[in-house]
């Protein structure tokens, strides 16, 4: 009697286990398609590296491909709701920034914000670690382009491996382009403007894969002439040593312009055609450079120019 009713509770306590364990087989199947949902829409990026490989922006960022139009960015917004030349100071413009491979002015190829102005970057910053130099007056002059915690990234001819984010001292998140934090030009006005170009020998527009954008023009190599160097340029950097040492002061403009410091440079990087001249208003002694020139003494103009001429 005993081991009748023995086995009968065993029996009944195995069916029970088999009867649990198959509605665990049930709830596992489904976590495959409760993933598969998860993973599906905008490419949301937490730590750690993104969902294709490539470093990730962090913060909750997404990393969306194609324009802030393509994607339905509401009108006001992001990058259409920057003031030009000024910090992105405003909830609604640090929603999102527009990064897109185009050209700019003499720059092609060079990465614009979704208003079509140029981004550039600073030799003074670091891109392997990411880390952003320029702060207080520094970036009011060059607005560093930042995104709100849990924003987006359009990319535009930009790869996804090299958009990503740096944390500034102020605690805003910064876009980077190949690592290197990027900014706006306080003097750019309107889209497609590039007088940042070459300023200070430190600062240049930035290419899609995080380079320096104009080429041997870019590097600071003093050549002078070369392809691409005859067409008239709209700016000049003028450095007070040779072989484009600071201190320096730049220039931009049409026609006439008058040098706010005259007579102290002795090397200069340009981009195309200008003429230089040894007097204010353009008269005295000239010179027609054509690229940079490492040393102004080699043309008979060391701590001679007062005033050049764009056109």
Same mark, same amino acid.
């Not at 962090?58 to 491909?65: R, T």
């Not at 190599?221 to 067409?231: F, V, W």
């Not at 008058?258 to 007097?279: F, P, T, Y």
């Given at each position: 009697m005993n081991r009748t009713r023995t086995a009968t509770i065993v029996a009944a306590a195995t069916a029970g286990v088999?009867?649990?364990?198959?509605?665990?087989?049930?709830?596992?199947?489904?976590?495959?398609?409760?993933?598969?949902?998860?993973?599906?829409g905008s490419h949301a990026v937490g730590q750690g590296k993104a969902a294709d490989g490539g470093p990730s922006a962090g913060q909750g960022l997404s990393l969306l491909g194609g324009t802030a139009k393509a994607n339905n960015a509401p009108p006001r917004t992001g990058d259409w709701a920057n003031e030009p030349g000024k910090p992105a100071v405003k909830?609604?413009?640090?929603?999102?920034?527009?990064?897109?491979?185009?050209?700019? +002015?003499?720059?092609?190829?060079?990465?614009? @914000?979704?208003?079509?102005?140029?981004?550039?970057?600073?030799?003074?910053?670091?891109?392997?670690p990411s880390k952003s130099t320029c702060a207080g007056e520094c970036a009011s002059t060059w607005p560093p382009v930042v995104v709100a915690q849990g924003g987006k990234i359009f990319l535009d001819g930009v790869a996804t491996s090299k958009a990503g984010t740096v944390r500034r001292a102020d605690g805003t998140l910064q876009v980077t382009v190949g690592g290197w934090p990027v900014y706006r030009f306080s003097k750019d006005t309107k889209?497609?403007?590039?007088?940042?170009?070459?300023?200070?020998?430190? #600062?240049?527009?930035?290419?899609?894969?995080?380079?320096?954008?104009?080429?041997?023009?870019a590097t600071g190599n003093?050549?002078?002439? +070369?392809?691409g160097q005859e067409k008239p340029a709209t700016s000049v950097v003028l450095f007070d040593n040779a072989a484009f040492g600071d201190p320096s002061q730049g220039l931009a403009g049409k026609?006439?312009? @008058?040098?706010? %410091?005259? @007579?102290?440079?002795?090397?200069?990087?340009?981009?195309? %055609?200008?003429?230089? #001249?040894?007097?204010? @208003?353009?008269?005295?002694?000239?010179?027609?450079v054509n690229g940079d020139v490492a040393d102004l003494a080699?043309? +008979?103009f060391d701590n001679d120019i007062s005033s050049v001429f764009f056109g």
């Amino acid at each position: 009697m005993n081991r009748t009713r023995t086995a009968t509770i065993v029996a009944a306590a195995t069916a029970g286990v088999l009867l649990l364990t198959a509605c665990g087989g049930d709830n596992d199947s489904s976590a495959p398609e409760s993933s598969a949902a998860a993973g599906s829409g905008s490419h949301a990026v937490g730590q750690g590296k993104a969902a294709d490989g490539g470093p990730s922006a962090g913060q909750g960022l997404s990393l969306l491909g194609g324009t802030a139009k393509a994607n339905n960015a509401p009108p006001r917004t992001g990058d259409w709701a920057n003031e030009p030349g000024k910090p992105a100071v405003k909830a609604e413009a640090q929603q999102w920034v527009q990064l897109s491979a185009s050209k700019a +002015g003499a720059l092609n190829p060079v990465v614009v @914000n979704g208003a079509g102005f140029t981004l550039y970057r600073f030799d003074k910053d670091t891109a392997n670690p990411s880390k952003s130099t320029c702060a207080g007056e520094c970036a009011s002059t060059w607005p560093p382009v930042v995104v709100a915690q849990g924003g987006k990234i359009f990319l535009d001819g930009v790869a996804t491996s090299k958009a990503g984010t740096v944390r500034r001292a102020d605690g805003t998140l910064q876009v980077t382009v190949g690592g290197w934090p990027v900014y706006r030009f306080s003097k750019d006005t309107k889209p497609g403007d590039t007088k940042g170009q070459g300023v200070g020998g430190t #600062w240049f527009g930035v290419t899609p894969d995080g380079k320096k954008a104009g080429g041997a023009a870019a590097t600071g190599n003093g050549d002078q002439g +070369g392809a691409g160097q005859e067409k008239p340029a709209t700016s000049v950097v003028l450095f007070d040593n040779a072989a484009f040492g600071d201190p320096s002061q730049g220039l931009a403009g049409k026609g006439c312009q @008058n040098v706010a %410091r005259d @007579n102290v440079a002795s090397s200069l990087q340009v981009q195309g %055609r200008l003429k230089i #001249w040894s007097e204010a @208003n353009c008269k005295g002694k000239s010179k027609v450079v054509n690229g940079d020139v490492a040393d102004l003494a080699t043309i +008979g103009f060391d701590n001679d120019i007062s005033s050049v001429f764009f056109g």
